[in-house]
């Protein structure tokens, strides 16, 4: 079974330029989560998916932050313009879709890590 | 609100050695306990958890966790570390009874194993 795949690996940008990272879950899984992960920190939930709908972006900086899944499956997240504390790893993880009382295991990808100069 | 405390950045031990990695929680209200490695340059993978049940639960490569609900801990523990199990380690906790499952972690504690 492919596991999650996001593109590019790495990304190097000056600030106030525009980047965007791109996702592809494991097939069939409903549930798509974005994390950035700074230096020396934990992963923090950006977004969440529930197949094209939002269900949680609470942490997403919307003045410069956007995602999108448009028909499901692939998701597109995009910053413009960069800072630079947005510096970071950047995880995308899937999920089957939680079952009534039962999380399902998330599963990530190998994340992209953006440097912005 | 959850949060995570993992109460050591940086854990160096001798290969063959036992190891605990400690976390402790905090929440309002009854939670879902994980653990994650993450080995350099890849992304997270799931170790354990625990949703209900025995307190003890054990996981991949050797590694068993308990939870302690008066303590509101979930350390991580392995009788014997190898040299490959060199990484970072994240503990997290998801609320119970929410509908999205999202995931809060700790700052992470890096597990570095000497020969």
């Known amino acids: 079974e492919a596991g999650v795949a996001q593109s590019p690996r790495y990304k190097i940008i000056e600030k106030r330029q525009s980047v965007a990272f791109w996702c592809n879950p494991i097939s069939g899984h409903a549930t798509l989560y974005w994390y950035q992960q700074i230096l020396g920190q934990g992963p923090k939930l950006l977004i969440q998916f529930q197949n094209n709908g939002v269900v949680d972006d609470s942490q997403l900086p919307k003045d410069r932050f956007s995602a999108e899944r448009l028909k499901g499956v692939d998701s597109t997240l995009k910053i413009q313009p960069a800072k630079l504390e947005d510096s970071a790893v950047y995880l995308c993880?899937?999920?089957?879709?939680?079952?009534?009382?039962?999380?399902?295991?998330?599963?990530f990808g190998p994340g992209t890590r953006l440097t912005v100069l | 609100a959850q949060s995570v405390t993992q109460l050591d950045s940086q854990v160096p031990v001798f290969e063959e050695a036992p190891v605990e990695l400690r976390c402790n929680y905090s929440s309002s209200v009854s939670v879902y306990l994980f653990w994650y490695v993450q080995y350099p340059n890849q992304g997270l993978q799931l170790l354990l958890k625990y949703l209900s049940g025995s307190t003890l639960v054990k996981g991949i490569n050797g590694f068993e966790a308990e939870f302690n609900k008066s303590q509101t801990s979930f350390h991580l523990r392995k009788p014997s570390v190898h040299i490959s199990d060199t990484a970072e380690y994240f503990c997290?906790?998801?609320?119970?009874?929410?509908?999205?499952?999202?995931?809060?972690f700790g700052k992470g504690t890096l597990l570095t194993v000497n020969p």
């Open positions: 997290a906790v998801s609320r119970r009874g929410g509908s999205n499952y999202k995931l809060t």
């Open positions: 993880a899937s999920s089957l879709g939680g079952l009534a009382g039962a999380p399902n295991e998330q599963f």
